[in-house]
């Protein structure tokens, strides 16, 4: 069944590197940081999204449709991901977007506008209310002569986890020739797609490292159940042999703040540090709060000295854009 890893369409630049951040290990002064840089997939810039997008626009070639459909924030990486691949396909793609359209676009919102997409937006509305236009969307377009294909919030189900599956067998073969495997891999946790195709991966291809994920939007409960139920869905569709270990992942949850999208400025602080030590750029909405979290998780001692840690660049730079002005403002960039 691992030969079903390679129905995909291969549209990023992989394998994508792993780096040390020497500086980073040094300030935080715990266990050794490595950064896998999965912002650097290509396609848009598109990050983590990518890997996931890869399967689910193969398994919508394989059914013959021409138009992508899916949601997300304003600001939604995701979103601006699957219009970036179906632009690079030659498909259709329609967004429905959680908020009301601003006066002027910016970040991922301005680059889903450069890749042609269709917006509807849909105003402090809840999930089950963006999938239900999603479906009215998707029977309108029918009526026009498409076939649409819906892709699930963050491409997060059995499918797109695809991906995060085959970045585990991508990071065996890294570990290998670097000569270690690391103690944890830690990333950015939204809708759970990447975290339980990591998880699933570890399972599958027998990877020592703890796998946690860093909440940016829901409670530990309600994002271990989404991962849990992910991962039931691979075994039915395709690893029936993987057995899953509750040790296998963890999920704090404790650096959300004010919400999905949401930061403060300690964040942005640590951001802004991130890029003046290690020309890294992280990102307020996932990157970031991952990163701010792992640095107070080291000072509490959940993460060691001499222990090595993986932290999962899952991209996202252009979320940091509408936060320019409260950057600006706090640490005079100007002048």
Known sequence: MVNVLENRIQLANL???????????????????????????????SGNKIRKLEYCAYAARERGCDLLITCGGIQSNHARATAAVAAKLGMKCHLVLNGNPPEIAEGNHFLDMMFETDISYVSNCELKDLEKE??????????????????????????????????????????????FIPDHIISAAGSGGTMSGLTAGKA?????????????????????????????????????????????????????????????????????????????????????????????????????????????????????FPYREMLQKEYKLIG
């Open 15 to 45: 394998p994508t590197p792993i780096q040390k951040l020497e500086r980073l290990s040094e300030l935080f002064g715990g266990p050794e940081i490595y950064i896998k840089r999965d912002d650097l997939t290509g396609i848009g810039f």
């Open 134 to 179: 999603i479906l009215r969307i998707a029977e309108t377009s029918k009526n026009k002569g498409y076939k649409p294909y819906m892709v699930p919030l963050g491409a997060s189900d059995a499918t797109g986890s695809l991906g995060y599956i085959r970045a585990v067998k991508e990071m065996k073969k890294q570990f290998s020739d670097m000569g």
């Open 204 to 320: 599958l291809f027998d990877l020592s490292s703890k796998i946690t994920g860093f909440s940016v939007a829901f409670e530990r409960v309600s994002l271990d159940t989404k991962i849990k139920g992910v991962i039931r869905e691979i075994q039915e569709k395709y690893f029936p042999e993987i057995i899953l270990d509750l040790a296998d992942f963890d999920i704090i949850d404790s650096y959300v703040g004010e919400g999905y999208t949401k930061t403060d400025l300690k964040q942005l602080e640590l951001i802004k540090k991130v890029a003046g030590l290690e020309a890294i750029l992280l990102d307020p909405t996932y990157t970031g709060k991952a990163m701010f979290g792992l640095s107070r998780e080291i000072e509490k001692g959940t993460f060691r000295k001499g222990e090595k840690v993986l932290f999962l660049h899952t991209g996202g730079v252009f979320g940091l």
